[in-house]
């Protein structure tokens, strides 16, 4: 059946969890669609692997394919153009991991510090290989199909009302929200997003097996499918419109 759209949460070099969700979405066809939400890089062991599959996936696949900017991509993209390194200190944001995953150098421990080298090959980006940082350059800052709308983050009220991401200025402002008004309180055309780990959102809004607050989070009018991949946790993919769900875990 053409005409489907396949949502991809956020991958954070896992791409042991890419490889296997793929392996259990249907085949594609031409009149399908498939949107990765961002954030394919950092924390988990190999964010060169990601970005080296999803680029094979795009120039291999039937279906057309959307890759959206996620924060992290954006937050590279700011270290390289005028540098960022509060950004890079916190072990948390897996910097390092992208470093190392694309040297080719083991995957560091969550204990493990930069050396003095590494944060000088970091504090610029500069490890990223050229065609890398094109490819993160064109990224969209959103998408939308008839089935729904699709950003990485979400939206925020201005003015009483949640506007359309295209009226977003800057649109920036996609990529990092995390607001509870969003996810309670927003009606309109339903929105997909990821950035905000599933489990982190409130549970007791979501409709989607309420009893496992690491799973797929549904809300009124909203999706997220941030189900902590490349942090633990699993990869997700959500099919419009039958609305089915694709997991990389069990």
Sequence with gaps: MAGRTFAVGDIHGDLAALQTLFARVPQLAAGDTVVFLGDYVDRGPDSAGVVKWLRDFAASTPAKVVFLRGNHEDAWLQIIDEGWPEFLLPRGNGCLESYRSFKQLPTPTLDDLPTAEEMDAMLDGSFFPEDVVDWMKSLEWFYEDEHAIYVHAGLKRSGGQFPHPSEIEPPRALLWLRDRD??????????????????????????YTPDDPTDLWAGTACVGLDTACGKGGFLTAFELPAQRVYESRG
Excluded: D, I, Q, W
């Design 182 to 207: 969003f996810f309670e309180n927003y009606r309109g055309k339903l929105v997909v997003f990821g950035h905000t780990t599933t489990r982190t959102l409130p549970n007791e809004l979501s409709t």
